[in-house]
């Protein structure tokens, strides 16, 4: 089983900062990808940013610029620095992971969710 916890959000003023962390445990060989995603109040969850294992991004359009993803590959975690935040940006901000796992002699990939972190911007 692998668990994936985020932590760092909250409320915060229009214009303020957060970081986010996501920090994978558990039986894991190794994680491709790490993204974030959101989900704003009746609105479907979307993409925020992504990491490669390599260190290669992905950004919501919306977002670049304002949001910096990046991970630390030895402790199984990444991170979400968001600046300039906007009332938009509320949202329960989610991250997955795409894990391997050893099972029965074999490499199986398996993608895993967060429980989610609430960040709140006031104006």
Sequence with gaps: QVQLVESGGGLVQAGGS???SCAASGSIFS???????????????ELVARITSG????YAASMKG???ISRDNAKNTA???????????????YCNADCLQVQGGSLLGRLYWGQGTQVTVSS
Excluded: C, H
Aim: charged share 25%; aromatic share 12%.
């Design 31 to 45: 994680i491709n990808d790490m993204g974030w995603y959101r989900q704003a109040p009746g609105k479907q969850r």
């Design 66 to 68: 304002r949001f910096t």
């Design 18 to 20: 957060l970081r986010l």
């Design 79 to 93: 991170y979400l620095q968001m600046n300039s935040l906007k009332p938009e940006d509320t949202a329960v901000y």
């Design 55 to 58: 260190g290669r991004i992905t």
